[in-house]
């Protein structure tokens, strides 16, 4: 997803898998989806640190961290300090 200059990553929980959840995000002129799937452990926070750093280093612009209700997803602390720091990123920007 796009949202003016900045992208989106959208996290979702993968279905029948408690622990374990999807970042994408999607590049129309490609026609593509890029993803990662992560659990949630200090592993698994470093993995979407990773794929929002090399999205946000191949499009040169600020990554905006997209959750489709909060509420319902129970991430650990390493995964939510992540996007913490992911959306500060983007604020700063």
């Known amino acids: 997803m796009r949202n003016g ?4 990553i959208q996290i979702s929980p993968v ?3 408690p622990g374990r959840y ?4 999607a590049s129309e002129p490609l026609g593509a989806t890029f993803s990662v799937v992560f659990s949630e ?3 698994g926070a470093v993995a979407l640190h990773t794929f929002a750093e090399m999205i946000r280093n191949h499009y040169g612009h600020p990554v905006e961290i997209v959750l489709p209700d909060p509420s319902c997803l129970s991430l650990s602390p390493p995964v939510r300090d992540i996007i913490a720091a ?4 983007h ?3």
């Open 15 to 17: 279905q029948d898998r």
């Open 5 to 8: 200059k900045k992208h989106c």
């Open 91 to 93: 604020l700063a920007s």
């Open 22 to 25: 999807i970042a994408s995000i």
């Open 41 to 43: 452990t200090i592993t």
């Open 86 to 89: 992911l959306e500060q990123q």
